[in-house]
């Protein structure tokens, strides 16, 4: 596995890749980084090549403001950006959480493109608006707890909350985390983002619960 750096409509955009087969995107969830994709990106590189991305404003990859609207389709356009960037015409997605709705919104905006597509744990995508709202809320709250005051001991319960087995929570993707939360625009990003996401109106219209019917591929 490797990690670099690319260029993306200006934005200096990290990603780990390996491997060298049909193409498959990795798309974290909320508040995190490409880092959760560690233990991923080798096993998945024995039959894939794999590209596992910092989303905009995350890991370490820069931010653009939002410029009033909403954070689904700016994070979206980005990784479209990513894809052209790096010449990748086909691939399939597999996105976890948050990344699970912005994998299938790339899919929607460009269905041509994508040939299978892998939805993780995703309330972002299968919740109604008003159920995302108080999910969002206890997502804030989780996340900030760390970026406000990243410690060690801060950043690994913020990501034990997040996970099914709280052990498998390893030094490596709390140092990643921990390194990434010390920048000075990740927690005001991270604010952007989910104030925009909590905002029930801006972001109805790219909420997928009601559009599940027009996904036309395996899922």
């Known amino acids: 596995m490797r990690a670099s750096f690319v260029d993306v409509d200006g934005i200096r955009t990290r990603y780990l890749h390996a491997g060298d087969g049909p193409t498959l995107l990795l798309i974290h969830g909320l508040g995190i980084s490409a880092d959760c994709w560690f233990y991923n990106v080798d096993v998945l590189a024995q039959h894939f090549s794999v590209f596992a991305l910092d989303m905009l404003g995350h890991g370490f990859t ?4 939002l410029g009033g609207r909403a954070a ?14 790096l010449g990748l015409d086909t691939y399939s997605a597999c996105g976890s959480s948050f990344g699970a709705g912005i994998s299938a919104l790339l899919y929607l905006h460009r269905p041509e493109r994508m040939k299978k597509l892998v939805l993780v744990g995703s309330g972002s995508t299968f919740r109604p608006p008003e159920a995302q709202e108080a999910g969002f809320g206890k997502s804030y709250k989780n996340a900030t707890s760390a970026l406000r005051d ?49 905002d029930i109106e801006l972001s109805r219209p790219h909420r997928l619960v009601g559009r599940l019917e027009q996904i036309k591929l395996p899922t």
């Open 150 to 198: 990243p410690t060690f001991e801060n950043c690994h319960r913020r990501l034990a909350n997040v996970c099914y087995d709280a052990t498998s929570v390893t030094d490596v993707v709390i140092h990643g985390q921990l390194t990434s939360y010390a920048q000075d625009y990740i927690l005001p990003a991270y604010e952007q983002i989910a104030g925009a996401n909590m």
């Open 72 to 85: 689904q389709p700016v994070l979206m356009e980005h990784v479209a950006a990513f894809t052209d960037k």
């Open 62 to 65: 820069g931010f653009r403001d």
